[in-house]
């Protein structure tokens, strides 16, 4: 058996340190550590990306991906994954990141155009065919039986925009009061029944597991899953009011190891405000902000609704302690 | 005295056929539900639109370098393993010494701590914030999100698994066969070769496939210190967790049926070695 095993051994892990060595040492690299829903669209910006850039004259780029909940990988970075960029799903997660550790400065959403959000896009219902439940708007969400889910707001960045859309939708509806709205949430979070981490766990707990009569989401998450698991599975609805969700993008000066690496980084983030890029965005069900180079099909998928936006709550700077630091107002609620 | 003992073993296996043909069913079927159903389960998705789809599927870049990486991290981490674990028996088992009990319960650490407590704290020593990040950074060395970091975990999780089935194997044979070899005249390695080795081959080879099998399957502490970086830093439990949750249930079942049939293999090797040699293992074996 031995002399057998052993060549087998060895080409396995030639094998294995070839293909780990191999990628690592051609061409300059690029590291974006993304957030969940980001996965389908990074995917194809990352082929127009690198095709781009070498006919720009440059050397081929190679682009990896990380994907995983906001918060956890806003995480990990600060813990040293070696990000070039972060593309996050909102700027507390990079202000974290920003404020313990000295390589981002904290004025780093200055540094690209719209708050550095490339793309945007709100939050929706997604509920079974038929809508079973008539759910309609917020207010249907605390109705007698009705189960929502929504990822933890603690680890995901959706979660944190649900939370503050539905919070939005309550003060709006009673006239400003905050005890009211308090009120609300405590009763929206009675009727949830899991707290996923990210949310794309929170998408396959509703759509695959079949939890839930309800899953609040990004929109571009929820037309992602009437694509693939089939639109006459679940229906889309659309609330009165809800949030401009800005997911930004930042450079991570410290993680450049060349000045090629740098540049390639740059016009990386730069060029996802190219109209080809926005047309893609849209194509993945992200609301862009040029439209120019985008297919009207596309465009005439986006519900014209009333959004909020996080200025309204002070920015994220003063939203996150405030809502989501700890003992802010989510953990009180979700205390009761 | 033997009579009646005898009398009433006949006794307790005399009980009405109906009852005996009812336990034999209710153990076979509950193993059939909670053993073979998810794993026919498993196969049945991966196979849902045909086995050239799920053959392609293995096939592509990514899905490849993470079958190298989890084999690589497995052929380093079980060696590893095995001479520690044979090591740490060996002083267990032939020598005196103060500790020895710590040593025995430090040996069983990874059995007790979570797997994702075990990532965290490789973060905490030697993540960028953690104690030996700045010293790291500093000589560019790369441990938590990179390849040393997926191996340290490994190594930690698997760490037991062949002291552990070695250690009571050298207690039971003490150390009188290793003092006769030595008086002989035997070298240290030469006793170790012809007698230590024969004595816990077997107990050797079911710890090294037991490690194998974990090594290959361990999911919570590497998923702590991957990174989760596509084709670089991705293990096979990793990429079927990604690929379920980018919608591509077939390749994810795919990457799923083939660690079974890693791990099933190791199973059979398992039981091939215990059928053949059942006599001996009975010898060495005892717990």
């Known amino acids: 058996m031995n002399e057998h095993a052993n060549p087998l051994c060895a080409a396995l892990l030639a094998g294995a340190v070839l293909a780990l060595g191999g990628a690592a040492a051609a061409e300059t690299r690029i590291l974006n550590v993304s957030y969940d829903p980001t996965r389908e669209f990074y995917r194809d910006y990352n082929q127009l990306f690198a095709t781009w850039w070498q006919e720009q004259g440059h050397e081929p780029v190679a682009i990896e991906q990380s994907h995983g909940g906001s918060g956890a990988q806003a995480r990990a970075v600060i813990d040293g994954l070696g990000a070039q960029v972060v593309t996050l799903a909102l700027a507390s997660d990079i202000d974290a990141i920003a404020a313990r550790s000295d390589d981002l400065s904290p004025d780093w959403q200055a540094a690209l155009p719209h708050n550095s959000a490339p793309y945007t896009s709100t939050i929706v219902f997604l509920v079974r065919a038929g809508n079973p439940k008539g759910i309609r708007d917020w207010g249907d969400l605390t109705a007698k039986g009705v189960q929502v889910v929504t990822p933890n707001p603690k680890t995901s960045g959706g979660a944190r925009w649900n939370f503050l859309a539905a919070w939005a939708w309550a003060l709006r509806g009673n006239g400003g009061d905050e005890e009211a709205a308090r009120s609300y949430m405590a009763e929206l979070f009675a009727h949830v029944p899991v707290l996923d981490t990210g949310a794309r766990g929170a998408t396959t707990t509703f759509a695959q597991r079949g939890v839930g009569d309800v899953l609040l989401a990004w929109e571009n998450e929820a037309f992602l899953a009437l694509e693939e698991l089939g639109p006459d599975r679940f229906d889309i609805v659309v609330p009165s009011v809800s949030i401009l969700a800005e997911p930004p993008v930042a450079l991570m000066p410290g993680n450049q190891g060349s000045e090629e690496q740098r540049a390639a980084s740059q016009a990386y983030l730069e060029h996802l405000y190219s109209p080809a890029a926005q047309a893609l965005a849209a194509r993945h069900y992200y609301r862009a902000w040029d439209t120019s180079a985008a297919a009207a099909e596309d465009l005439a998928r986006f519900p014209d609704l009333e959004l909020v936006t996080i200025a309204e709550f002070g920015g994220w700077a003063e939203a996150q302690p405030r809502f989501f630091g700890d003992g802010g107002i989510f953990d009180q609620i979700y205390e009761e | ?287």
């Open chain 2, 1 to 287: 005295m033997s009579g009646s003992a005898l009398a009433s073993a006949s006794a307790a296996i005399t009980e009405p056929r109906p009852w005996r043909l009812l336990l034999t069913l209710s153990a076979v079927a509950l193993a059939a539900l909670l053993l073979l159903a998810p794993i026919a389960a498993v196969f049945a998705e991966a196979l849902r639109e045909g086995p050239l789809t799920a053959l392609r599927s293995l096939g592509a870049p990514d899905a490849v370098s993470a079958i190298l990486l989890t084999l690589g991290i497995a052929l380093v981490a079980v060696p590893v393993n095995a001479a520690a674990g044979i090591a740490a028996a060996w002083a267990i088992a032939k020598f005196d010494f103060r500790g020895k009990a710590a040593l025995v319960t430090l040996i069983d650490l990874p059995f007790s701590v979570s797997p994702v407590v075990a990532g965290l704290a490789l973060v905490l020593l030697y993540g960028a914030n953690g104690l030996f990040g700045g010293w790291l950074a500093a000589h560019e060395l790369k441990i938590v999100f990179a390849l040393p970091g997926i191996l340290l975990a490994t190594l930690f999780i698997t760490f037991p698994f062949v002291a552990r089935e070695l250690i009571p194997v050298m207690v039971e044979q003490g150390r009188a066969e290793e003092e006769a070899a030595l008086t002989l005249g035997a070298s240290g390695w030469h006793m170790f070769r012809t007698v230590t080795l024969p004595n816990i081959r077997w107990a050797l080879l079911y710890g090294v496939l037991l490690c194998n099998a974990r090594a290959m399957g361990e999911f919570g502490a590497v998923a702590v210190v991957s990174g989760k970086i596509r084709g670089q830093t991705t293990t096979m439990p990793i990429m079927i967790e990604m690929l379920y949750n980018e919608y591509l249930s077939v390749a994810a079942f795919s990457m799923a049926a083939l660690l079974a049939v890693l791990a099933l293999v190791t199973l059979a090797l398992k039981s091939l070695l215990e059928w053949r040699h059942a006599g001996l293992l009975a010898a060495t074996r005892r717990h």
